[in-house]
């Protein structure tokens, strides 16, 4: 596993650890403590390029491997993970924030998605189709379709990693991944482990760079991209489907929740309070697109299940990820930070309420 804390470490493209073309880097560091973690390459368009003509270079033999034998490989990485789920949970830990014993459950969810696709990929089935004219046969093949540029969100450094590579890689297809400039370790640790496990250079590359946009629009020119994966905010999903049509590339997108919670006077309150306060904090301290944004409670138990919530609110445990019994890590950075503080000042009844709304 890589050594992080204080390293100048590089990005993985084409099989091979190499940095920027033109020397640029980046820090990444601890929103715990502010301590710089690790300086990487700040990836331009040419690096982009670069790993995606090192993808396609490497898809003609991928996708001609049987779905056996690819199963076989990913099955490894899953092994693999397994085995060094505490380091990777560390590596989510440092530069995510989220509590550690969190971050060893987000690392044990990612790996199935190697271990699931890895069986998935011998039951990618086709189909005859019965013929409308005599002395014809129709056959439906399924096939791989090319690179797929995937974009992932820091809030799950792991999974949001696993969950888009690992079936895009069994299906057949190679991968050029652009992580968060937040929390790039866990996807150059995953990185290390498939190089370890035999996947062959190339097949997955994973470029480090501040500019999503840079990386975005690099996607949607090379004619070797036939996919787009990205999980992110609604507005950019827009930019990259618009972008898209232009080649007819295909895109898979999962963009900003909108979740409310509901109480209604015949739930269970304590149930009730204990679910609207995991799901609203207790997932990477309520950074989450599935995490609550809103809450309304039926009026007529308001008065009973405001203040069983706000109870449990004060008794949770702010901390350092690693400390014991920590429940919410910090913030991601202090440009959150400053949106959440300006959100809590404002006066009561503006949009964006600090307390559960009522319903009638």
């Known amino acids: 596993m890589m050594s992080v804390v204080g390293e100048r470490s590089r990005m993985y493209v084409g099989g091979a650890w190499v940095g ?48 056996l034998d690819r199963g076989k490989t990913l099955r490894r990485v899953s092994e693999l993970m397994t085995e060094r789920r505490d380091e990777l949970a560390r590596l989510v830990t440092l530069e995510n924030g989220k509590p550690f014993e969190e971050a060893k459950r987000e690392v044990a969810f990612a790996t199935g998605y190697f271990s699931w696709f890895g069986e998935e990929a011998r039951r ?51 991968v050029v991944l652009k992580p968060a400039s937040a929390t790039p370790l866990t996807a150059l640790a995953l990185a290390r482990i498939c190089e370890e496990a035999g996947l062959p250079g190339g097949v997955f590359n994973v470029v480090t760079s501040k500019s999503a946009g840079v990386v975005g629009r690099t996607f949607l020119e090379h004619p070797a991209v036939r996919k787009i994966a990205f999980t992110g905010s609604t507005e950019v999903g827009k930019r990259l489907m618009a972008g898209a049509s232009d080649q007819l590339k295909r895109v898979s997108f999962e963009l900003g929740g909108n979740a409310p919670f509901i109480v209604f006077e015949d739930a269970d309150l304590a149930a009730a309070a204990d679910g609207a306060v995991g799901i609203k904090f207790l997932r990477v301290a ?31 445990r702010v901390a350092p990820g690693f400390e014991a019994g920590a429940q919410i890590g910090p913030l991601i950075n202090t440009e959150i ?24």
């Open 286 to 316: 309520g950074q989450s697109c599935i995490c609550a944004n809103r809450i309304y409670v039926q009026e007529t138990i308001a008065d009973r299940f405001v203040p069983m919530f706000v109870e449990r609110v004060k008794a949770l």
């Open 337 to 360: 930070y400053e949106k959440w503080t300006g959100w809590s000042r404002r006066p009561s009844g503006t949009a964006g309420r600090s307390r559960p709304e009522v319903a009638g």
């Open 20 to 67: 920027a073309a033109n020397g640029d880097t980046m820090l990444v560091k601890n929103p715990a403590t502010g301590e710089v973690l690790a300086e990487l390459p700040d990836a331009g368009e040419e690096d982009v390029r670069r790993a995606v003509d090192a993808a396609a270079g490497a898809f003609p033999r991928w996708s001609t491997i049987p779905a």
């Open 124 to 174: 990618v089935y086709g189909e005859i189709v019965p013929p409308p004219v005599a002395g014809k046969r129709l056959w439906i093949l399924k096939q791989p379709i090319g690179v797929v540029g995937a974009i992932t969100p820091w809030n799950f450094p792991a999974t949001m990693v696993t969950r888009k590579i690992a079936p895009a890689l069994a299906a057949g297809c190679a």
